[in-house]
């Protein structure tokens, strides 16, 4: 499978940024949605996203191979993470933003970070967060290094 089709953001949707984002700010965040979805995205830095997909949890595979991608990857497209969400998947921007955000990756300098996000007890939407879900979602990214 080429990891790359799985992309969201494509060249009818991206931006050309009027600077350079600065390697030093990437990341990789994941989000745990509803159905059992994943929604992988990699941020360029605070304004920009390189990368948006949505997988199944249980697809530790794809999801392994999604993380390695973007651990390597150098940005060929840049979007807007709100605009790729809503044109490009079955979620909006706002429901993005209020699935449970479990960890990240960050890349700069001499080393790598993964640091997991403490997750509340209810999402912004006011639902009960699945702490076994969020476990099991964390799990299949399989983001240690």
């Known amino acids: 499978m080429n990891i790359e089709q799985l992309n969201c953001l494509t060249e009818d ?4 940024p009027k600077y350079v984002p600065n390697p030093k700010f990437r990341c990789i965040k994941a989000y745990y949605a509803q159905d059992n979805d994943v929604v992988i995205v990699g941020e360029a830095d605070p304004n920009f996203i390189y990368w948006l997909s949505v997988t199944k949890t249980d697809d530790t595979e794809t999801n ?3 993380v390695a991608y973007l651990k390597q ?3 060929k497209l840049y979007g ?3 605009t790729v969400t809503d044109k490009k998947t079955k979620y909006t921007y706002e429901q993005l933003t209020s699935f449970l955000y479990g960890a990240d990756y960050k890349r700069g300098g001499d080393s790598d ?3 997991g996000r403490k997750a509340c007890c209810r999402t912004r939407c006011g639902q009960s967060a699945d702490y076994k879900n969020e476990a099991a979602a ?3 990214l399989q983001m240690r290094s």
Not at 13 to 16: D, L, P, T, W
């Open 64 to 66: 392994r191979q999604i």
């Open 113 to 115: 970070k993964i640091s």
């Open 80 to 82: 807007h993470d709100s």
């Open 13 to 16: 949707i991206a931006v050309i």
């Open 138 to 140: 964390r799990n299949s």
């Open 73 to 75: 990857a150098e940005p």
